[in-house]
T-cell receptor
């Protein structure tokens, strides 16, 4: 049973470019979460999605960041016009249900903005 | 808002020593509590969990007990191995959002 898959594992973008991060949840999981690990700031919640719906985006920066989880295919975290401060590890997690269900994490995408 | 506080590292131990990592939380509502472990260059692996007061989570020799009266979830292992060297994160789950502590780096020397 494959775990949470993320790609790419490493992504390098120049300032102003777009970054697209992909996440495929564990089989049977329909709840997806994105977290960001910034140097010196720890792991922070960004967004929670179910198929075709954003449930909670309270941790998403107001500009340049968006997320989706379409009916078919992986969840996408999109960062437009990246800046150096976006350099971080972005982790996706999935769960089989809500409230108390454990979240399983993928290996992360390490974004470097040059 | 919700927060999790855990002891800062690094914690350096000799093999077979006893490990304790303190974790306390504040939360609105009644959280589930978790410990995750992160090895270099990897994602977070779920180590153990507890969903209600006095529950004890355990896995791979690690244990933690949900103490509502002290709002704590301290991680313990009786005899660590070099392979336990990693960063450990305490986390609370409320409204489908995990709130993490800052992480504690543990280094076990042979």
């Amino acid at each position: 049973n494959a775990g949470v898959m993320q790609n790419p594992r490493h992504l390098v973008r120049r300032r102003g470019q777009e970054a697209r991060l992909r996440c495929s949840p564990m089989k049977g999981h329909s709840h997806v979460y994105w977290y960001r690990q910034l140097p010196e700031e720890g792991l922070k919640f960004m967004v929670y999605l179910q198929k075709e719906n954003i449930i909670d985006e309270s941790g998403m920066p107001k500009e340049r960041f968006s997320a989706e989880f379409p009916k078919e295919g992986p969840s996408i975290l999109r960062i437009q016009q990246v800046v150096r401060g976006d350099s971080a590890a972005y982790f996706c997690a999935s769960s089989a249900g809500t409230e108390g269900y454990e979240q399983y994490f993928g290996p992360g995408t390490r974004l470097t903005v040059t | 808002g919700d927060s999790v506080t855990q002891m800062e590292g690094p914690v350096t131990l000799s093999e077979e020593a006893f490990l304790t990592i303190n974790c306390t939380y504040t939360a609105t509502g009644y959280p589930s509590l978790f410990w995750y472990v992160q090895y270099p260059g990897e994602g977070l692996q779920l180590l153990l969990k507890a969903t209600k007061a006095d529950d004890k989570g355990s896995n791979k020799g690690f244990e933690a007990t949900y103490r509502k009266e002290t709002t704590s979830f301290h991680l313990e292992k009786g005899s660590v191995q070099v392979s336990d060297s990693a960063v450990y994160f305490c986390a609370s789950l409320v409204n489908n959002k995990l709130t993490f502590g800052g992480g504690t780096r543990v280094l076990v020397k042979p």
